[in-house]
């Protein structure tokens, strides 16, 4: 297929020279095949706040599992400063990184074809690459957490006795897996309503701990960083905990389903989707860890992290009270089957992609639907093996938040900005800027961090 061979869809004169840009060549066929799909293909999965719901519970598994006791270990200040600065962060940065696709003048390329088109095989590849270890590390995560929590469930809760983690990890990763692989509108429609009665459970514990809030003890506790560095290390956990990257790109598709070949209206619908989706994810959130440091302190966070288990299963397992001890597991387990479905998506996207790339005669012999229980298969096989490896899940976030999501969601759509005549308009503009220095900032922060322990 050829430029030539796409078909007009704008009359904006802007529009077309950046239309002009796209290079079909450097698509796949089996590129191509999808790329009809995706103009033509089901109707809509899902209108305003069914895509909010669907961001929010994608993004919301680790902040409440993860970001307490990391956020809370560097004292009181820092963790002031960064509640102000997160919530402009997750809005521009994900409105920046959505407009890859819902401004593109050309429709129905998901993020890695958008950038395919415009770049080249080589630099598309690339994107690939760094999309997939932004994301597939995440699902990996989601396993470890999985079994963590279950095994704590099981040993406090009903004072059973440690299973076996091949057992337990096969068992919790295998039917999350095989649920999505079954049917992926069902399991996306379930996270959907899991997130409904995740919220109220969330905004239910976070309240339940005031009674236990020692603010004075916190703002005395002396952190060995001092205030600015203490700030600069939460940044990278902090984009880890608020992303949502992977469910954007098949996001904007969706929204461009919908509104056809308006891309105003598209950018808008987009924008306040992802408005609405970051205002939640921040109250919520940092709400809650707010409460889980005001209560712990950062003695508790230093023990959830040297136990390596969620916030939650901690608070459950320490304060001996019916209400934590059932609430807690019940939210983490909701929290992380959420987000797992919505990373298992990005997942999916990025390792097909991979494969179109490097086997091209192979993804244009077989189904979609091979290839997708191809990917679920090998999601499903490694997921279990680290999770009975049981890595650190905190080193884990310091690297995929601070290092691939930052530069994937910060970074490369400002370069793309750039580079195309399309985005030319969005390149120079002050929120494009501020993510895109932060980006370098939070990427320097963690190499430097890395290098440094």
């Not at 079954?182 to 429609?189: A, E, F």
């Not at 976030?397 to 970074?411: C, T």
């Amino acid at each position: 297929m050829t430029n030539a061979e796409l078909p007009e869809q704008y009359s904006d004169e802007h529009l077309k020279l950046g239309r002009a840009e796209f290079d079909a060549d450097n698509l796949t066929d089996a590129d191509i095949d999808q790329i009809k799909e995706q103009r033509e293909g089901d109707a809509p999965d899902g209108g305003f706040m069914r895509w909010v719901i669907t961001l929010f519970g994608t993004g919301v598994g680790a902040g409440i599992l993860f970001l307490p006791i990391n956020a809370g270990s560097f004292g009181f200040w820092p963790l002031v400063i960064a509640t102000l600065l997160i919530g402009p962060m997750v809005f521009f940065s994900h409105r920046t990184y959505a407009r890859m696709v819902s401004a593109s003048p050309v429709k129905g390329l998901d993020v890695l074809q958008v950038i395919t088109a415009l770049t080249g095989r080589k630099r598309g590849f690339v994107s690939a690459v760094l999309y997939w270890l932004g994301i597939y590390p995440t699902v990996l995560i989601y396993g470890i957490s999985i079994t963590n929590t279950l095994d704590s469930f099981i040993v406090n809760q009903f004072g059973g006795e440690h299973m076996s983690r091949w057992l337990l990890a096969t068992i919790s990763v295998g039917i999350m897996t095989g649920a999505y692989a079954l049917s992926k509108k069902i399991t996306l429609w379930l996270a959907n309503v899991l997130v409904y009665p995740l919220i109220i459970a969330l905004a239910a514990v976070s309240l339940y701990l005031i009674p236990s809030w020692d603010l004075d003890s916190f703002r005395a506790y002396e952190s060995q960083y001092p205030v600015w560095q203490g700030l600069l290390l939460i940044l990278p956990v902090l984009v880890f905990s608020f992303s949502h990257m992977a469910a954007l790109s098949q996001f904007a598709l969706d929204v461009q389903k919908k509104l056809g070949d308006d891309v105003g209206a598209v950018e808008r619908e987009v924008s306040k989707v992802e408005l609405v989706t970051a205002v939640m994810l921040v109250s919520f959130t940092m709400f809650f860890v707010w409460s889980c440091a005001l209560s712990l302190g950062a003695e508790g966070m230093d023990a959830a992290r040297e136990q390596n288990v969620p916030v939650l299963s901690y608070l459950a397992n320490e304060t001996n009270t019916p209400f934590m001890a059932w609430m807690s597991p019940i939210i983490a387990i909701g929290a992380i089957v959420t987000s797992y479905f919505g990373h298992l998506l990005g997942t999916e996207e990025g390792t097909g992609y991979l494969v179109r790339v490097v086997a091209p005669g192979f993804a244009s012999r077989v189904s979609t639907t091979a290839l997708r229980w191809t990917v679920n298969i090998f999601v499903f096989v490694t997921a279990v093996l680290v999770a009975v490896a049981n890595p650190s899940i905190l080193d884990m976030i310091s690297v995929v938040g601070g290092i691939f999501v930052a530069f994937l969601v910060y970074i490369m759509p400002v370069l793309l900005f750039n580079k195309a005549t399309a985005f030319k308009h969005y390149a120079r503009r002050p929120d494009t800027l501020f993510v895109f220095v932060l980006g370098l900032v939070i990427v320097g922060v963690t190499v430097w961090d890395m290098v440094a322990g």
